[in-house]
């Protein structure tokens, strides 16, 4: 391929981030000649200059199958300023096509991910603890990736056993005369640290090499992946500063003569448009970008030379300063893999550097207008087989969509959730709960009413159930004084979740008011915080149903550890299809509950 040719893939990867021609005729007029690989080498990356494609994503947590409803979604910005919803994106089938028709022609490509790629998962997966979505990134030739806080969801032995395989220690082998094999890719982590010998949990970093080009990568989850997972299946381990630690690998990159480094980083931001594509570096780099990336992107050494991000399941490609006020790439895939990112690297074999001046990314979507990948076809349809019996179910009848949407506060979703746990632990034997508190993070998926497979419109199959409540949290009822249940509201918008809040989901007749015109605790007027209409007494006691994570202070909620008189019963995912049962029938479908328990002031 000509450096002519090359050149114009840049610019058209440029545009499609959404840059100005003046950014654009910038970078191209920074190009080094022969960035192709071309001068003076054999147009395979063997003269000075080679063109490394990264091709990378984040977030799958498991959707084997296409995404369905809002999961299933994606908003693209139109040139005017308008607009429009892509229908029907993502699934592994497609991913692995375009993957493979992304790197066609590009003898230099790695793929990479930024964590949370188990976990969280719909059933086809989640039932056999992920096993199939690491046998589907083995096939879709997964370099490697960093670990996310969801790979922690089952512990850290259980993540051991993905990296290493084996079958599961206590429901065995599932397939038969087959042993897992474990995932082909190294998972970094880092900054996951034994606590009393300080050494990472798995392999801090990977070195990818081709022909003499040699690219390090160091894998890091969020520092406070501890507050969003249970205490239980992370004890001895520490999380550590996300800076700190990839500082301190890039010097050891360093030493060992490894001078291209990307950091892979289950941490991420918010852009301010939904749309995929939309130009984050509006007015300038990095300037329509906000969260936890911004801060973390300025402080990363400039040794690193681009960052691929994930956790806050938004799609970006912006070019936020490093601590040298140069500019540096900062990607994020979305979920669910709906995107993927294609970035080039344009390496040195002199200085064995990348060429700053010269990288390019944007994201593009996985769209289900290309053929299937027939291998993935067939591992999805191996694994359904056996989740069949359980999966094809009936549990419950809908009359319409009842969605889970990333912005408001309150969702219907959240609503029918709440609902359900406090009515399966409100009778005396059961808890006694008069309220239920439900974390947003908990809903995973919306619940769809056109079928999915042969059951018929609104019909909730327990697969389908499953996808939304794939913990299998154990419910608890919990005591909790006035002033404590205040607590837990102020919370939503303070201390851990100051920058970024998380509203609760509550039950019915449970209300109050958030005033999003103030900051802090002060957000949560404490005269509107009613139960049934009545005032909170802060002196009073009260009976709160929960999950376990809840319960033991994860999302930030610090304040849900010092409950007493706590009784544990069934899991979240039964009280759920419980729920469903009991309230709806194929002649009298459950419709979605209306919203208004959270009064909200702008």
Request: aromatic fraction near 6%.
């Amino acid at each position: 391929m000509s450096t002519t040719r090359k050149n114009n893939r840049a610019v058209r990867r440029i545009l499609a981030a959404g840059a100005g021609l003046a950014t654009v005729g910038a970078l191209v007029a920074a190009l080094p000649a022969g960035a192709s690989g071309t001068k003076g080498g054999d147009g395979y990356g063997h003269g000075r200059y080679v063109d490394v494609q990264l091709l990378s994503f984040n977030d799958l947590h498991g959707n084997l199958e296409p995404p369905t409803g809002s999961a299933g979604r994606l908003t693209h910005l139109n040139e005017d300023g308008t607009t429009k919803t892509i229908e029907g994106v993502g699934g592994v089938e497609y991913l692995a096509t375009h993957l493979r028709e992304a790197r066609q022609g590009n003898p230099y490509s790695v793929t990479a991910a930024a964590g949370d790629m188990i976990g969280a998962s719909p059933l086809v997966s989640g039932l056999f603890h992920d096993e199939p979505t690491i046998d589907a990134l083995n096939k879709l030739k997964l370099d490697v990736s960093s670990v996310g806080n969801h790979e922690f969801d089952e512990g850290a032995r259980e993540l051991a056993r993905m990296q290493n395989g084996g079958c599961h220690p206590t429901e065995g082998c599932f397939e038969e005369g087959k042993t897992f094999e474990g995932a082909n890719f190294p998972y970094l982590a880092a900054n996951v640290t034994n606590e009393k010998t300080g050494k990472p949990l798995l392999d801090p970093y990977f070195v990818w090499e081709r022909n003499g080009v040699k690219i390090g990568f160091i894998g890091v989850t969020l520092e406070g992946t501890a507050n969003i997972v249970s205490a239980e299946g992370i004890k001895g381990l520490k999380f550590g500063d996300e800076v700190e630690t990839i500082n301190k690998y890039a010097k050891v990159l360093e030493r060992k003569g490894v001078k291209s480094i990307v950091a892979l980083l289950h941490e991420g931001g918010s852009p301010a448009s939904g749309a995929y594509n939309y130009n984050c570096d509006t007015p300038g780099a990095g300037a329509g970008i906000s969260g936890p990336i911004v801060d973390i992107a300025k402080n990363v050494t400039p040794q690193v030379d681009a960052l691929v991000t994930g956790h806050t399941h938004q799609a970006y490609a912006c070019t936020i300063p490093d601590p040298a006020g140069k500019p540096r790439t900062v990607t994020s895939a979305a979920s669910f893999g709906k995107l993927y990112t294609d970035t080039t690297l344009t390496y040195d074999r002199r200085s064995k550097d990348i060429v700053r001046t010269a990288v390019a990314s944007a994201n593009h979507v996985v769209t289900r207008d290309v053929p299937k990948a027939q291998d993935m076809t067939d591992l999805i349809g191996r694994w359904k087989t056996l989740a069949a019996p359980i999966a094809g179910r009936p549990v419950g009848y809908i009359a319409g969509d009842i969605d889970n949407p990333f912005e408001p506060a309150e969702k219907p979703l959240g609503n029918l959730i709440a609902d359900a746990q406090l009515e399966g632990m409100a009778p005396a034997d059961k808890g006694g709960a008069q309220l239920a508190l439900m974390n947003p993070g908990g809903v995973r998926a919306p619940l769809v009413h056109k079928a999915s497979g042969a059951e018929g419109d609104g019909v909730v199959t327990y697969g389908e159930a499953y996808t939304v409540q794939p913990f299998t949290n154990m419910m608890t009822a919990v005591d909790l004084t006035g002033a404590q249940l205040i607590t837990t509201l102020q919370q939503q918008v303070s201390g851990a979740n100051l920058a970024s809040p998380k509203i609760l989901q509550i039950s019915k007749g449970f209300t109050y008011t958030l005033d999003m015109t103030k900051t802090g605790a002060d957000r949560i007027v404490v005269s509107s915080v009613k139960l049934n209409g009545e005032a909170i007494d802060p002196a009073k006691t009260y009976r709160v149903a929960m999950n376990e994570f809840l319960a033991g202070g994860g999302d930030g909620f610090p304040v849900l550890k010092e409950h007493k008189n706590k009784l544990v019963g069934a899991s979240d995912l039964d009280l759920f299809t419980g729920y469903l049962a009991a309230h709806s029938s194929a002649t009298a479908p459950l419709a979605a509950p209306a919203t208004g328990r959270i009064t909200v002031v702008k």
